[in-house]
């Protein structure tokens, strides 16, 4: 199995600095992550030989931290099922989702979620990587997912998370259109009373803002661009049925609608984030599934 290593060459001007420096400041590793691999025989060393974090270096070494556990921590057991890869590296990997599969295991659903079917992919791979999810999809909601590999890269990237390094557009088809063609809701959202899955807009609940831009209006329904600021529980799908226009087949928020459409009407259409490890700007898209597609489709033809 292959584990994940960050190395750093020392050049002369890094020489006689203490390893716990270069590996906060240069690697930008945490107190938490260094936690739980310097008990490791191959946690942090130098030029291959075990080190404490109090160590000086010399021009000239490698340093190395393993930044994957030697065993999953997450207790999601492997379990096959398809996945759509968009991009992968021994860092991150960032998955189309299917509508209709949940991201995490729980009641009722241990070895049919995105999670299994990951940890499935690593094992097959021969990857130590675990599932380390950075943000969330609802069940009913598909397109671009990133989910780290390991305990570093998901501190960086869950700091990127309500932040310009992140950014997250959304694709919804509603029914009804929004009061203006462009516009922002900034209403603060809370667990519905009486409810264990509702959310609404509420006073004292958490604050919640979404951008939105209509794209395309038909007769009863539009497509609309959603820009997540923050990221609430159902904090589209509460904002929109808000402002009054739900989205199409939400049966939680809306009106449920099977003959159109088996779930609410939402796609995550593009990913923008910086890597965790080397800074680098990526940038994913996702394609309207096939039941989006023919919503639209069916409003263009009526």
């Known amino acids: 199995m292959s584990a994940r290593y960050l190395t750093l060459n020392i050049t002369p001007e890094l020489a006689g600095l203490e390893v716990n420096t270069l590996l906060r400041r240069r690697l930008g590793l945490s107190g938490t992550v260094l936690r739980r691999v310097k008990w490791l025989e191959d946690g942090i060393t130098l030029d291959g030989v075990r080190v404490n ?32 890869i968009v991009y ?20 009722g659903h241990f070895d049919d979620t995105l999670g299994n079917f990951l940890m499935h992919h690593y094992k ?5 990587s675990d599932f380390h999810p950075v943000h969330r999809l609802d069940k009913g909601t598909s397109g671009l997912l990133a989910v ?12 990127q998370l309500h932040t310009g390094d992140f950014r ?14 462009s516009g922002e809701v900034d209403a603060p ?3 519905a009373e009486g409810s264990l899955m509702a ?21 009863g329904r539009s497509l609309v661009e959603l820009v997540l600021e923050t990221g609430r529980t159902h904090q589209i799908r509460v904002h929109m049925a808000h402002i009054g226009c739900p989205l199409t087949g939400d049966f939680l928020y809306g009106a449920e609608d099977r ?44």
Request: charged share 25%.
């Open 53 to 84: 974090v109090r160590v000086r270096v010399s021009e000239g070494q490698t340093l190395a931290v393993r930044v994957t556990d030697p065993e999953p921590s997450s207790g999601v057991v492997p379990a096959p099922g398809p996945l759509d």
């Open 88 to 107: 992968e590296d021994p860092d991150l990997i960032v998955v189309n989702k299917a509508p209709g599969v949940l991201v995490h295991p729980g009641h």
């Open 124 to 128: 097959m791979a021969g990857d130590e």
């Open 148 to 159: 780290a590999k390991h305990p570093h890269a998901q501190e960086r990237l869950k700091n």
């Open 168 to 181: 997250r557009v959304y694709l919804a088809v509603c029914d009804g259109a929004p009061p203006a063609p």
């Open 189 to 191: 959202i809370g667990r």
């Open 199 to 219: 959310r609404e807009v509420r006073p004292g609940g958490r604050p919640a803002r979404t951008h939105y831009r209509v794209l395309r209006r038909w007769a």
């Open 259 to 302: 003959a159109l459409i088996v779930r609410p009407a939402l796609h995550s259409a593009r990913l923008e984030l910086a890597h965790p490890v080397t800074g680098e700007r990526l940038a994913f898209s996702a394609p309207l599934p096939a039941d989006l597609a023919a919503l639209i489709s069916k409003e263009e033809l009526s």
